[in-house]
Structures are given as structure tokens and as C-alpha cells.
């Protein structure tokens, strides 16, 4: 490589210097105050127009200064809602404990206290299985403070089975957890080892609770529904946990049901993932979606039935469901961690932190549209510190890559492997023939703000459901939640996904060419 120096040139030659580069020297400096002399006799008109330009350049400061500043409140608001929501969880944490009457400074001794209660096999193996091979559920119990709201109320509830997720490579069931990792040696750069492939979930002791979730109103799906709570309580000896709607079906049936479980309110829907192990779906895809939306923190594996017409994550057969289910129970399972998007809604009204807006997860996408106005979409787009563009059109779409099969692969989004870590960003109906779908990496977080001087509303739904309207001011800041939605892949995650899209969309079906006819000579 040629080595560069920087050099500046001494103020002694600088005159000299400017003229050279054809700079004014003294005497065009003498012809430009002639210029000037003549600029200032000219007529009013043209010194109207120059400080038209002046007052709207000004304008354009006070706009890039507003801009500024809304930017930034949107940012410390997205910020204080997630300190706002820390807080929440550490003084729930706190409470139970109270609860329990162990001071809150006592938690890590009570943490300790809890894994100490593991018999000596299920140290040793927290001992080894937490290490470099994968994630191991006691990690996200202890986290999580998940038995300490299990037993909450009563001592009924069976302990969670714990189970640990290793990482496959090249295709075989491997125990070794590979990262992706870059290697600086000798200066150079490379990434040494393909990062991780096909995850795999191993129950660590047989699961006990299983939530059944079900597509409201079908004949086929009760009637199996029904049959598999009876086959999982007589045959397995699970507990069954279904939605109020389903446990009245069921008693109206037969009092035989009396021993499945429901809840009352949304606080108890609150602690479900930590009494169940397993959920099961029996409906198409918009089972997974509500599935999903019922846990607005971690999901524990889910099992999707294809009870629907399309079924792009519900790879398995309801007619074989006692087989499949037998597998899932037994494990090892393939599993894809569908990701998910955290979506603030951030008032321009909110005067403080405390008044923002639950955060609400989807696993499909986040839309905004311009709903019922007749006018287009005005929506300011950022993605960290950096403007991205300005949406004019119908709206647009974040999407996870669960999603990218569904609303956004419509307004002509890429169809992406839901296993790729990625938000997509795809307008609808945009008013410019530029506007092609993007994918941002999974870390960044995009803010959709409608203007100030928006002419109309927008409209915020998420995963095609629970519609909020957005003013002007308003903004929805969007980034990858922590907590996936795992479900059970019926081979694995890449043969499920072009499974789905041979399936499903009949992506690609041509008639073949037949080979008779021309050929190159
Ligand atoms: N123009 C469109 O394509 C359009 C318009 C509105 C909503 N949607 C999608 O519908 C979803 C809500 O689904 P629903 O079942 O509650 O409503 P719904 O009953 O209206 O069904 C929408 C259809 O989208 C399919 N779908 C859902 N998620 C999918 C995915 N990840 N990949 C491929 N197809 C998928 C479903 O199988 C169903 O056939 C939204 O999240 C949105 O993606 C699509
Ligand atoms: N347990 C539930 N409670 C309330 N609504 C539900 C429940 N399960 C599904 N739904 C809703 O019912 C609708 C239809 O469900 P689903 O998509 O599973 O069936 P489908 O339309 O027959 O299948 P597909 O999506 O494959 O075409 C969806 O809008 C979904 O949100």
C-alpha cells in the first residue's frame, strides 16, 4: 500500500496560492465591490427575492431545529419506557418476595437458596449444560423469577420442565455451540467458523403441562381438540391447560373434563409461561399470531396443528397428532426462534416517561397505514440517528422474517428464511417508482414519526389486529424483542420454510420445459 501524508499549505503563499487555483486576488476582489456597489443599485424586485431566499433558508433552520429537538424527546421517551419497564419487573420481583416476607436485598441469596433445591444430577448437568454448548432454561428461570411466581398462591403447580437448546453444525446433532467468530490474526480478518445452524431443544425431564390453544368457532378443530386432551391426560398424564372459552365447551360435554385447567384474568395469562411447558395450536396461522400475542414476555416451545388453509407455521398434520406429539414430549425437537418486534406508541401528548404506552409484541409485523383518510401517508422514518426516508403512499410495513410470507411479501417484500435475524421495512402502494422493500440488521431500532404538519391520521395494527390511531407528533419506535416465539419444526427449520412456500404460495411452479425442440450446437 502507498503510504499518504497530509500536508497544509503556509500562510505566507496563500494569496499567491488562490489566484493559482483561480481564486479572487486583489484586483478581482476590487471588481467584486464594483459588483456589489452595482447588486445594491438593482431593483427592489430582485432584493424582495433575496430575502425571500434568506427568510425561507431560515425557515429551513428552524424546521432542521424542530426536527432535532422531536427527535430527541422521541428517543429519551423510547428510552424511559424501557427503564420504566425494568423498574416494573424488578418491583414485581420485589413484591412477591415481600410476599413470600424475604426482603428484596435477600434475592440473590434466594436464588442461590432455589438452585441449591436442584438435586445433585440437575446441578451437575446446570453445571455443564449452561457452559459453551447452548442455552439451558435454568438460565432464563433464574432470570426470569419464574418459580417464584409459579408457586405464587398455591403449591398446586407442578415445577417447569427444564430443557437446554444446543446448536447444531454442519447439518449433524452436534453438542458444540458455535458463534460466529472473527479473527484478526496476522491482521487479517476473517470469520473463522459459520455461525450457528439448526437449533435443537432437549427436555431435561419430561414436560408436565400442556396449553392448548384453539381456532374459536370450528366444528373440526373441538372435536380434536377434545380427543387429544383426552389422549395427553390418559396416556401421557399431563396437565391441561386451555382458554376459558374452551374449558365451558368442554364442561358442557362432559363433567369427565372437570380436570382441565383455565385462568380468570389477565394477570393470571400474565404468569402462564411459567406453569406450562409445552403449547399446542389447533387452527392455521393466525392460531400461531394469538398464540403469540397471549405471552407478552418469554414463550415457552410451541406445537402449531394445521387446522387452516394455508398454514406457513403450522408444519404439523392434526391426523398424526398422537405420534407427533409423542416425539415433541420425548425430544430432541428441531426448533425455529421466531423473532419478534417490541412496538412502543409514543403520544406527542405524553408529557413524561410514565405515559407511554404499554409496549406491544408481534410476530408477524407492525403496519402503518393510512386507514380511513383519503390523503397519503406522510411518515418520517429513522432507523438509530439516521433519517431513512420519508413515506408517501398507502404506508408501510416492519415485518419480522416470520412475517415476510405474509402482509409485507403482499406489498412486494422479500421472502426471507424466518431463521435470518433482520427487521424488513417494505412500504405499501408507495407514490414513487424508487421505493424499493429494505432489511435492516436486527439490532437497529426504526421510529416511524407522523409530522407535525401531517394532513391526515395514520393507523398503527399489529399483526393485523388491536388498531391504534397515530397524530400528528405521534411516533411508534420499533426494535427486536428479546423474547422469540420457539416452535417445533416438523424436519427443521429450512425444509419446514421451503416446504411452506412450495406449499402454500406454489412458489415458482412452472411447467417443464421439455427437452426436445433447439438446442446450441
Ligand atoms: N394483503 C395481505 O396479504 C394482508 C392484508 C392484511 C393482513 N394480512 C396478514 O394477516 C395476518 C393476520 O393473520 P390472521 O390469520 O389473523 O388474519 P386472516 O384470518 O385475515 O388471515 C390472513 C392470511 O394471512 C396468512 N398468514 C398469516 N401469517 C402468515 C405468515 N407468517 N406467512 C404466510 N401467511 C401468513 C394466514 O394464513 C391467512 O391466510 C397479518 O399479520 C398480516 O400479515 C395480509
Ligand atoms: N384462540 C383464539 N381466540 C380468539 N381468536 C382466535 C384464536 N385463535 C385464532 N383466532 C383468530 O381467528 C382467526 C382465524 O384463525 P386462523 O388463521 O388460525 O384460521 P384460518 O383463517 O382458518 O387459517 P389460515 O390462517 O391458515 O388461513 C384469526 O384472525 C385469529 O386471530
Same mark, same amino acid.
Given at each position: 500500500m502507498s503510504p499518504v501524508k497530509l500536508i497544509s499549505s503556509g500562510e505566507g503563499n496563500f494569496s499567491s496560492t488562490m489566484a493559482e487555483n483561480g481564486f479572487p486576488n486583489a484586483t478581482s476582489l476590487l471588481n467584486s465591490e464594483k459588483a456589489v456597489q452595482e447588486l445594491l443599485q438593482r431593483s427592489p424586485l430582485m432584493e424582495t427575492d433575496e430575502h425571500l431566499i434568506e427568510f425561507s433558508e431560515a425557515l429551513r433552520t428552524v424546521a432542521k431545529a424542530l426536527r432535532r429537538a422531536a427527535e430527541g424527546k422521541a428517543a429519551a421517551q423510547a428510552e424511559a419506557a424501557e427503564w420504566k419497564r425494568k423498574f416494573e419487573l424488578e418491583r414485581t420481583r420485589n413484591l412477591q418476595l415481600e410476599h413470600k416476607?424475604? %426482603? %428484596?436485598? @435477600?434475592r440473590n441469596g434466594y436464588d442461590s437458596k432455589r438452585s441449591n433445591n436442584l438435586t445433585p444430577q440437575a446441578t451437575e448437568q446446570s453445571d455443564w449444560c449452561c457452559g459453551s454448548n447452548g442455552i439451558c432454561s435454568h438460565e432464563v428461570l433464574q432470570d426470569g423469577d419464574v418459580d417464584s411466581v409459579s408457586q $405464587?398462591? !398455591?403449591? $398446586?403447580y407442578t415445577r417447569k420442565a427444564p430443557f437446554e437448546l444446543s446448536w447444531g453444525c454442519d447439518g449433524e446433532h452436534s453438542d458444540r455451540h458455535k458463534h460466529d467468530v472473527v479473527s484478526f490474526e496476522k491482521g487479517n480478518i476473517t470469520t473463522a467458523e459459520r455461525s450457528s445452524r439448526q437449533i435443537f431443544l432437549k427436555w431435561e425431564s419430561q414436560p408436565q403441562t400442556v396449553l392448548i390453544l384453539t381456532k374459536p368457532n370450528s366444528v373440526s378443530v373441538r372435536i380434536l381438540c377434545f380427543e387429544m386432551i383426552r389422549w395427553l391426560r390418559e396416556h401421557k398424564g399431563l396437565h391441561i391447560y386451555v382458554e376459558p372459552r374452551v374449558k365451558n365447551e368442554l364442561l358442557t360435554e362432559s363433567?369427565?373434563?372437570?380436570?382441565v385447567r383455565t385462568w380468570k384474568d389477565d394477570e393470571e395469562i400474565l404468569l402462564l409461561h411459567t406453569k406450562v411447558d409445552l403449547v399446542v395450536t389447533l387452527g392455521g396461522d393466525g392460531t400461531v399470531l394469538w398464540a403469540a400475542s397471549m405471552f407478552k414476555g418469554p414463550v415457552p416451545p410451541l406445537v402449531p396443528f394445521s387446522l387452516g388453509s394455508l398454514g406457513f407455521m403450522t408444519p404439523f398434520h392434526s391426523e398424526h397428532y398422537r405420534e407427533c406429539l409423542d416425539s415433541v414430549l420425548k425430544g430432541p425437537i428441531s426448533i425455529t426462534l421466531r423473532h419478534r418486534l417490541q412496538c412502543h406508541v409514543i403520544r406527542?401528548?405524553?408529557?413524561? @416517561?410514565?405515559e407511554t404506552e404499554e409496549p406491544i409484541l408481534v410476530l408477524n409485523e407492525v403496519t402503518i397505514d393510512r386507514g380511513m383518510s383519503s390523503y397519503l401517508t406522510n411518515l418520517e422514518c429513522y432507523c438509530d440517528r439516521s433519517f431513512v426516508t420519508c413515506v408517501q403512499g398507502d404506508g408501510l410495513i416492519l415485518s419480522t422474517t416470520s412475517g415476510s410470507t405474509a402482509y409485507s411479501l403482499a406489498a412486494g417484500g422479500s421472502m426471507v428464511h424466518p431463521q435470518v435475524p433482520g427487521i424488513l421495512f417494505t412500504p405499501i402502494? %408507495? &407514490? !414513487?417508482? !424508487?421505493f424499493r422493500p429494505l432489511i435492516f440488521p436486527e439490532y437497529v431500532t426504526i421510529r416511524i414519526q407522523v409530522p407535525f404538519n401531517s394532513k391526515g391520521h395514520a393507523w398503527a395494527s399489529f399483526d393485523g389486529k388491536g388498531r391504534k390511531e397515530l397524530g400528528a407528533g405521534d411516533a411508534l419506535v420499533c426494535s427486536m424483542a428479546p423474547w422469540p416465539v420457539p416452535t417445533a419444526c416438523q424436519v427443521d427449520s429450512t425444509n419446514d420454510f421451503l416446504h411452506s412456500i412450495h406449499?402454500?404460495? &406454489?412458489?415458482?411452479l412452472r411447467k417443464k420445459q421439455s427437452s426436445d425442440g433447439p438446442r446450441d450446437t
Amino acid at each position: 500500500m502507498s503510504p499518504v501524508k497530509l500536508i497544509s499549505s503556509g500562510e505566507g503563499n496563500f494569496s499567491s496560492t488562490m489566484a493559482e487555483n483561480g481564486f479572487p486576488n486583489a484586483t478581482s476582489l476590487l471588481n467584486s465591490e464594483k459588483a456589489v456597489q452595482e447588486l445594491l443599485q438593482r431593483s427592489p424586485l430582485m432584493e424582495t427575492d433575496e430575502h425571500l431566499i434568506e427568510f425561507s433558508e431560515a425557515l429551513r433552520t428552524v424546521a432542521k431545529a424542530l426536527r432535532r429537538a422531536a427527535e430527541g424527546k422521541a428517543a429519551a421517551q423510547a428510552e424511559a419506557a424501557e427503564w420504566k419497564r425494568k423498574f416494573e419487573l424488578e418491583r414485581t420481583r420485589n413484591l412477591q418476595l415481600e410476599h413470600k416476607g424475604q %426482603p %428484596p436485598a @435477600e434475592r440473590n441469596g434466594y436464588d442461590s437458596k432455589r438452585s441449591n433445591n436442584l438435586t445433585p444430577q440437575a446441578t451437575e448437568q446446570s453445571d455443564w449444560c449452561c457452559g459453551s454448548n447452548g442455552i439451558c432454561s435454568h438460565e432464563v428461570l433464574q432470570d426470569g423469577d419464574v418459580d417464584s411466581v409459579s408457586q $405464587k398462591g !398455591s403449591g $398446586k403447580y407442578t415445577r417447569k420442565a427444564p430443557f437446554e437448546l444446543s446448536w447444531g453444525c454442519d447439518g449433524e446433532h452436534s453438542d458444540r455451540h458455535k458463534h460466529d467468530v472473527v479473527s484478526f490474526e496476522k491482521g487479517n480478518i476473517t470469520t473463522a467458523e459459520r455461525s450457528s445452524r439448526q437449533i435443537f431443544l432437549k427436555w431435561e425431564s419430561q414436560p408436565q403441562t400442556v396449553l392448548i390453544l384453539t381456532k374459536p368457532n370450528s366444528v373440526s378443530v373441538r372435536i380434536l381438540c377434545f380427543e387429544m386432551i383426552r389422549w395427553l391426560r390418559e396416556h401421557k398424564g399431563l396437565h391441561i391447560y386451555v382458554e376459558p372459552r374452551v374449558k365451558n365447551e368442554l364442561l358442557t360435554e362432559s363433567d369427565y373434563y372437570d380436570f382441565v385447567r383455565t385462568w380468570k384474568d389477565d394477570e393470571e395469562i400474565l404468569l402462564l409461561h411459567t406453569k406450562v411447558d409445552l403449547v399446542v395450536t389447533l387452527g392455521g396461522d393466525g392460531t400461531v399470531l394469538w398464540a403469540a400475542s397471549m405471552f407478552k414476555g418469554p414463550v415457552p416451545p410451541l406445537v402449531p396443528f394445521s387446522l387452516g388453509s394455508l398454514g406457513f407455521m403450522t408444519p404439523f398434520h392434526s391426523e398424526h397428532y398422537r405420534e407427533c406429539l409423542d416425539s415433541v414430549l420425548k425430544g430432541p425437537i428441531s426448533i425455529t426462534l421466531r423473532h419478534r418486534l417490541q412496538c412502543h406508541v409514543i403520544r406527542d401528548a405524553a408529557r413524561n @416517561e410514565y405515559e407511554t404506552e404499554e409496549p406491544i409484541l408481534v410476530l408477524n409485523e407492525v403496519t402503518i397505514d393510512r386507514g380511513m383518510s383519503s390523503y397519503l401517508t406522510n411518515l418520517e422514518c429513522y432507523c438509530d440517528r439516521s433519517f431513512v426516508t420519508c413515506v408517501q403512499g398507502d404506508g408501510l410495513i416492519l415485518s419480522t422474517t416470520s412475517g415476510s410470507t405474509a402482509y409485507s411479501l403482499a406489498a412486494g417484500g422479500s421472502m426471507v428464511h424466518p431463521q435470518v435475524p433482520g427487521i424488513l421495512f417494505t412500504p405499501i402502494c %408507495p &407514490h !414513487s417508482l !424508487s421505493f424499493r422493500p429494505l432489511i435492516f440488521p436486527e439490532y437497529v431500532t426504526i421510529r416511524i414519526q407522523v409530522p407535525f404538519n401531517s394532513k391526515g391520521h395514520a393507523w398503527a395494527s399489529f399483526d393485523g389486529k388491536g388498531r391504534k390511531e397515530l397524530g400528528a407528533g405521534d411516533a411508534l419506535v420499533c426494535s427486536m424483542a428479546p423474547w422469540p416465539v420457539p416452535t417445533a419444526c416438523q424436519v427443521d427449520s429450512t425444509n419446514d420454510f421451503l416446504h411452506s412456500i412450495h406449499d402454500g404460495l &406454489h412458489w415458482n411452479l412452472r411447467k417443464k420445459q421439455s427437452s426436445d425442440g433447439p438446442r446450441d450446437t
